[in-house]
């Protein structure tokens, strides 16, 4: 009998070593409060957080400077929108041509766009589109993995905050 039960104990082992897949990740939500007070504080621009977007999840926040800000600190929202797919906003005093390669994933400047009397430029990459707007005193960029529309969305979306 104990060896009945080894026997359909291992048979059930490798059945599910077979069968068992692995879950992906949850999508780990975050919350941005205490980053967004540090950049209200500190910035000297006007904080634009996007509002008002149904389903989109804030994934990461960060005030910091980056590899190609120049010393800049850089607001960086992060998102999984509804469909899936990767976003972010990001805003800086940084002014080189070089944070705007390291904020669109080097993309190249492919068509001008107004969008609510702002002169946008799109950047495109084979994997990623950007949307950069070039301010006085900032750099506004919405780029990701999602469609053209939805990142002119979330340019609508933004708002002082």
Known sequence: ??????????????????????????????????????????????VLVPEGLDGYQVTSARWQETAKSGGALVLHLGYVTPGNQYLQVSQSAATSGEFI???????????QIRIDGAQWQLYETAERI??????DEVITVVSGTATREELEQVVRSLKPN
């Open 1 to 46: 009998m104990v060896w009945s039960m080894g026997l359909v104990l291992a048979l059930i082992g490798v059945i599910m070593l077979v069968t068992l897949r692995p879950q992906p990740d949850a999508v780990k939500v975050v919350d941005p409060t205490q980053v967004l007070i540090a950049a209200r504080a500190l910035a000297p621009f006007p």
């Open 101 to 111: 390669a390291e904020q669109t994933a080097g993309g190249i400047v492919v068509e």
């Open 130 to 135: 950007s949307l950069v707007l070039l301010g």
